[in-house]
């Protein structure tokens, strides 16, 4: 299989499994990857660079000797080891669960204000 074409699959696959898993959208991966942000550990960012740089090359066969394969495997499984232990439930849950607690502890801190301006102002 051709070096290019295979680095090109795997990049898809990845951006792919980044939409799904973190609901990153981007037209390449590249644009994926600055989408993403801090859903990637900086570790992993990293690793996604050599990916982006590999695909930046764009095939060119005197270039594409600098690219060292084992790199972008080992970057390609460990992307795809850490979207896939992502429970794309469990984090809708908890990002409901914070957006509630914000909201509850915003209102207590207002009842709690409305309460001190009361005995302030000598009406309770």
Known sequence: MDIHVDIAAKAEELRLAMRAKLGVRGGSFAKTVD???????MRLRKQAAVIVKAQGLGGHPKLMRMVDMTAIAQAHTDIAAFLEAIDVKERRRTRMLRLFGGIAFNLLIVAVCFVI???WSGNA
Do not use: K, T
């Open 117 to 119: 301006w009361l005995v």
């Open 35 to 41: 989408h993403a942000g801090r859903l990637l550990p």
